[in-house]
């Protein structure tokens, strides 16, 4: 069964740090590119960063830029986004998500793990 998981959601102050981390199983991450994906409370799911299987190529939306980190341990078979200096505004379930091909568009992803939540508050 092909899955995706995260973890490392939870509750911090503004300023503070979180690293989520994304696992698939039953299948080789490294071969597709990968989505982090937020929503926010009332709001329209976003694309926050996105990561691509061939070249690394990047994606940040413009609200994290400088902020924000993704990055792939292949061995581990693992995608990571590290999140430093969060803001309230940074509040939602973060979903990662496995595509064929580089995209923000989150149709086009077809893999979607269950949402970690991280909120922002003080």
């Not at 980190?69 to 939602?92: H, W």
């Amino acid at each position: 069964q092909l899955q995706l998981v995260e973890s490392g959601g939870g509750l911090v102050q503004p300023g503070e740090s979180l690293r989520l981390t994304c696992e698939g199983s039953g299948f080789t991450l490294d071969h597709y590119a990968v989505g982090w994906l937020r929503r926010p409370p009332g709001k329209e799911r976003e694309a926050v960063s996105c990561l691509s299987s061939s070249d690394d190529s990047t994606y940040y939306a413009d609200s994290v830029k400088g902020r924000f980190t993704i990055s792939r341990d292949s061995a581990k078979g693992t995608v990571y986004l590290q999140m430093n200096d969060l803001k309230p505004e940074d509040t939602g379930v973060y979903y990662c998500a496995a595509a064929s091909t580089f995209t923000t568009a989150s149709w086009m992803y077809k893999l979607w793990g269950q949402g970690t939540q991280v909120t922002v508050s003080s």
